[in-house]
């Protein structure tokens, strides 16, 4: 049974930081891609960056270039989401799925996740 646990969302001031962690358990592919989602009310959900644990590349929306870093720590089995300079509209939920192949995380836009967490709440505001 494949289960994803996010942790380490929280509220903070423009300006500061978060990381989030995804705990991955279950998945019996050595290759594999961890993304990581938002979304905030009233919007649809969006797709923030990805990891392939099979070449190591990532992927990052251009909302969060230059402040977001998606990292994995194997031998936790996590993917964590450092979250820094954040401003008031990363505001919204954080969620991690897993996409089951070996594609390369330039490819996350177009891929399909399957087994999402439940969800960790950012908050930025002053």
């Known amino acids: 049974q494949v289960q994803l646990v996010e942790s380490g969302g929280g509220s903070v001031s423009p300006g500061g930081s978060l990381r989030l962690s995804c705990a991955a358990s279950?998945?019996?592919?050595?290759?594999?891609?961890i993304g990581w989602f938002r979304q905030a009310p009233g919007k649809e959900r969006e797709k923030v960056s990805g990891?392939?644990?099979?070449?190591?590349?990532?992927y990052y929306a251009d909302s969060v270039k230059g402040r977001f870093t998606i990292s994995t720590d194997s031998a936790q089995g996590t993917v964590l989401l450092q979250m820094n300079d954040l401003k008031v509209e990363d505001t919204a939920t954080y969620s991690c799925?897993?996409?089951?192949?070996?594609?390369?995380?330039?490819?996350?836009?177009?891929?399909?996740?399957?087994?999402w967490g439940q969800g960790t709440q950012v908050a930025v505001s002053s």
């Open positions: 799925a897993v996409h089951l192949s070996a594609a390369p995380a330039r490819l996350m836009p177009g891929l399909d996740f399957g087994f």
């Open positions: 279950g998945i019996s592919l050595d290759c594999y891609m």
């Open positions: 990891v392939s644990t099979c070449d190591g590349s990532t």
